[in-house]
């Protein structure tokens, strides 16, 4: 009976193990079988193409590319800046929730996740919008207070970004921080305000501590998307190809390759690179952060 029972248990994943198999397993085979080919032309380029073996050349060539190389180290010193602020960010509102009665949390937590509800795309445009010089508030508002800024140009384009990044994703990494706060024990906080700890020493001392796995995890959730971005800086390539170009970012380039260029083997070789590092920087992250021994 027990052995039907675990029979029957593992069927109800049935479904997510076929998903899992035919939308990631698959594609991933696949890319890494596109990978080890190249499209040769013949007949001095006037002829048919065809697709010879070339085992690891596409991945030697994506190695020693330097747009590729320097679009990665670009996103990656990018990452070490905006994460950290993210994350603060989302731990103090989170605190501040777990301040207020369940009545008001309630009520500041949905206001905090609509960013989040909205679709990165439409985020974009909006914020796009809104930095323009010429309908956008915020060049007015700069030049009020003796500010021209132009959120377009090589020295801001980072950080307008990194703005709408963060505006975006708070929402979602403060509730995972907010719901990790709600498990801690009241009793703790009592105790400590009898010893005659204030507030900001609790915080410190004892909420911070106890959500660490919580910041864990949105740590390396950020890292995984941050080392993916594509959707915002090809929007502001739109606005300012003269400062995004199609270099831009790991994923612009694999993106150029394939459907721009053609060159399919080639994009899926950098695929798998970046693959590969996006895996090495996760477990370097949760190793760096994780207090578990290995």
Not at 39 to 45: H, I, V
Not at 140 to 167: C, E, Y
Request: hydrophobic share 50%; proline share 5%.
């Amino acid at each position: 009976m027990i052995h039907s029972l675990r029979w029957k248990g593992a069927a109800f994943t049935v479904p997510f193990q076929l998903g899992f198999v035919f939308l990631y397993l698959v594609p991933i085979g696949y890319a890494v079988y596109q990978s080890l080919f190249r499209t040769q032309q013949s007949g001095l380029g006037f002829g048919g193409a065809s697709e010879r073996f070339s085992g690891l050349d596409n991945y030697q060539q994506g190695l020693t590319d330097s747009a590729f190389v320097s679009s990665i180290l670009r996103v990656v010193l990018f990452a070490c800046v905006q994460i950290p602020v993210m994350l603060f960010v989302s731990l103090v509102l989170a605190l501040f929730l777990d301040a207020l009665s369940s009545r008001a949390a309630s009520r500041f937590r949905i206001l905090l996740l609509v960013p989040y509800m909205i679709p990165g795309v439409v985020a974009a445009l909006v914020w796009i919008n809104l930095y323009s010089p010429d309908v956008g508030p915020l060049t007015p508002l700069g030049k009020l207070f003796g500010a021209d800024w132009n959120f377009f140009s090589p020295s801001m384009v980072w950080p307008s970004i990194g703005n709408l990044l963060t505006w975006h994703g708070i929402g979602y990494n403060m509730v995972i921080i907010y719901s990790a706060l709600q498990a801690v024990p009241r009793e703790l906080f009592e105790a400590a305000r009898l010893d005659g700890a204030s507030e900001v020493r609790i915080a410190r001392s004892i909420k911070v501590p106890y959500v660490r796995g919580a910041l864990v995890l949105t740590g390396l959730l950020s890292v995984i998307q941050m080392l993916q971005i594509f959707n915002e800086p090809a929007l502001f390539r739109n606005v300012t190809p003269q400062t995004v170009d199609d270099s831009f970012t790991p994923i612009m380039i694999i993106y150029n390759q394939a459907f721009n260029a053609g060159n399919y083997h080639y994009a899926a070789a950098l695929s798998v690179l970046l693959a590969l590092i996006l895996g090495v920087a996760s477990f370097l992250f949760y190793r760096l952060t994780s207090r578990e021994a290995y």
